[in-house]
């Protein structure tokens, strides 16, 4: 069944903007009686058919409604650099989103090479990854900002940085993390955080964890990271 993605929902009915018009019906070839699911990223799944095939505003009638579809028990943060690839990146946001993150943040470290990212690509990548994975809820793309501001800030749960440096005292995310508990992790650049830079976490209550005995790109560490949060709540 076909899912689109409505931020906009309201009330019985549903007209698709021009652009999804025009490929649910020219495209996919989608008539009249035909079901299709809505997603409003706010947490909600929507059931209904189509029920005027226009190509310009394609109309969805709908039939139901499923609150607080597949709602975690907790939230997870990851803080992650920019990469130099930016297409490696997106490969991360698209993962992460897949496996169910609320929010991301990129992050300036004293080693990263790239300073921003595509926000109106990478945000288009989160709805099409909401759409591929069936997640009701939309992934927050925060603004970039500088690791000094980030780890100034006020969050729930266990916050976390995740480093390759064997000079400092690590644990796995089981050994610091807790079932249904909120988290924040910090993932750095391609040459790892500077011994600063973990410092300065470990002084404002970060627990330092690493992500097992092999060497990892910054993308893929910040998705083992997402998906060791996700199997330890299953």
């Not at 009638?61 to 579809?69: E, L, M, P, S, V």
């Not at 109106?120 to 759409?131: G, Q």
Request: glycine share 6%; charged share 25%.
């Amino acid at each position: 069944m076909q899912i689109f993605y409505a931020p906009d929902i309201s009330g019985d009915s549903y007209t698709i903007d021009e652009k999804e018009s025009l490929h649910i019906v020219r495209v996919l070839r989608m008539a009249k009686g035909s079901m299709v699911r809505l997603i409003d990223g706010k947490g909600n799944l929507y059931e209904g058919v189509i029920s005027d095939p226009d190509p310009r505003k394609c109309t969805i009638a709908i039939t139901g409604i499923i609150r607080n579809f597949e709602k975690r028990t907790y939230k997870l943060h990851i803080a992650i650099s920019p990469l130099k690839n930016a297409e490696r990146f997106e490969w991360f946001v698209e993962k992460s989103v897949e496996i169910g993150i609320d929010e991301i943040t990129p992050v300036l470290c004293k080693n990263t090479e790239k300073q921003g990212i595509k926000v109106e690509r990478t945000n288009n990548l989160i709805i099409s990854a909401m759409k591929q994975s069936l997640k009701s809820t939309r992934t927050i793309l925060n603004d970039t900002c500088h690791f000094s501001d980030f780890i100034k800030r006020s969050t729930k749960g266990s916050r976390m940085i995740a480093h390759c440096d064997n000079s400092f005292a690590r644990n796995k995310i089981s050994d610091v993390y807790s079932k249904n508990e909120d988290a924040v992790i910090l993932i750095g650049p391609e040459g790892d955080f500077s011994k600063e830079e973990i410092w300065r976490a470990i002084d404002t209550n970060f627990s330092q964890v690493h992500l097992g005995d092999s060497r990892l790109r910054t993308e893929t560490a910040g998705v083992a990271a997402c998906h060791s949060i996700y199997f330890i709540n299953q």
